[in-house]
């Protein structure tokens, strides 16, 4: 094929491959930090809200019964579960008294999300001097905490959060959450500049591992200050940041696997609940109504448009179209390896970005109605208390 002034239409799509390594980074590492000795180990309450996790919480709290770390306890709030989750905790209680409890969660306030109710319910339980939040779809090593522990002491932050492995086994999580893990991370993509950064709108925390230290947590009214917000993660990072203190995110892929959803109605149903509100809350507010149908769009445009301009001109496709569209299979083939899936996958990455653009535009177009573990909350409110059902 020559080189004509058509091919330089592709250029986009021939360069996303090199500048691949860029979005997904690997440092910095909580590994690199050394946990505490054991005789200057503070103590950790860890803190699991759990809503029908019947599925999830055992082998959750198995792994985090395994910590290395010397000092800790582990709540867990059963949030009026009606699937077994309670007497799988009391079972664990009951086996390792003193160091796992289990806290049976009060009927849901108005203006309360359930997750921020649960771990408000768990803080207020709680003996240590460190707040851990961590997610019953999660698995611990034995050494995470320690790490944690360690960034926590050099660092100096309030807030210590973690990127895990995120495991992809089925058809649609292969399919779709790679590309919902590259849209995330094309924005916050340099965990080492987020760390430094002073803006509140440039952090993010991750709400499957979030590490605050006690007084941090109290000064910025912990969950009880986002008690209306879904993605409440992300508003307390940057509610810390906006308190003049300090946060560190780092990767833990070595040390911490979640797997989030494994049915597609499960990932439609959880990211419909994500990925608007936490879009607008990464932008300006004069662009907070529009992003997430512009992040839809553009991925149409990036990874669909592409391959359909070559399908349609089979069987003599155009330079452009095909070189855009072979970038394009480079491109995802490097991103599926390096988020632990394979990359043959690829193959259907077109699939994978129609969805998730229905996703970003079905999230956008529910406003602020969000259905959640069959709760219905109304977060047009949210940051002003909000409402929920």
């Not at 985090?64 to 010397?70: F, K, N, Q, S, V």
């Not at 408000?120 to 339980?125: A, K, L, T, V």
């Not at 058809?171 to 849209?183: D, G, K, N, S, Y």
């Not at 990874?303 to 070559?310: D, S, T």
């Amino acid at each position: 094929m020559l080189i004509t002034p058509e091919t330089f239409l592709a250029l986009p799509w021939v360069l996303a491959p090199l500048l691949h390594p860029v979005l997904i980074r690997r440092r910095p590492r909580l590994r690199d930090h050394a946990a505490p000795a054991a005789q200057d180990a503070p103590f950790v309450s860890i803190i699991v809200p759990a809503r029908n996790e019947a599925e999830n919480i055992g082998a959750c709290v198995a792994s985090l019964l395994r910590a290395r770390y010397p000092r800790y306890e582990i709540i867990v709030v059963d949030d009026r579960s009606t699937d077994g989750t309670g007497a799988i905790v009391r079972i664990l209680a009951e086996h390792h008294t003193g160091r796992v409890r289990i806290v049976e969660g009060g009927a849901l306030p108005e203006g309360w999300v359930g997750k921020c109710w649960a771990c408000w319910q768990g803080y207020r339980e709680a003996r240590g001097e460190l707040l851990l939040f961590t997610d019953a779809d999660t698995r611990h090593d034995r050494d995470l905490l320690g790490h944690a522990v360690g960034a926590a002491r050099t660092t100096g932050a309030n807030l210590v959060t973690v990127f895990p492995r995120q495991r992809m086994v089925g058809f649609w999580e292969c399919v779709i959450l790679p590309h919902i893990f590259t849209a995330i991370l094309a924005r916050y993509n340099d965990l080492a500049r987020m760390n430094r950064t002073t803006n509140p709108r440039n952090v993010i925390a991750n709400g499957q591992f979030i590490l605050f230290d006690r007084q941090g947590y109290e000064v910025v009214g912990g969950h009880e200050a986002v008690r209306g917000e879904i993605v409440e993660d992300l508003r307390l990072a940057q509610l810390i940041v906006s308190k003049g203190h300090r946060m560190y995110a780092a990767h833990a892929n070595d040390l911490m696997e979640t797997r989030m959803y494994r049915s597609f109605a499960g990932i439609v149903e959880g990211w419909t609940k994500n990925l608007a509100g936490g879009a607008r809350q990464s932008v300006p507010r004069v662009l907070r109504p529009a992003v997430p149908w512009l992040i839809g769009l553009v991925m149409l445009f990036l990874w669909v448009v592409p391959p359909l301009a070559l399908v349609a001109q089979l069987p003599a496709p155009r330079p452009a179209p095909l070189l855009a569209s072979g970038a394009s299979l480079v491109f995802w083939g490097v991103a599926y390896h390096r988020l632990g899936v394979r990359p043959t996958w690829a193959l259907i990455f077109p699939l994978g970005a129609i969805v998730t653009a229905l996703l970003f535009f079905r999230s956008a177009a529910r406003g602020g109605r969000v259905m959640w573990k069959g709760r219905m909350y109304d977060t047009a409110g949210a940051g002003r208390g909000g409402s929920a059902s």
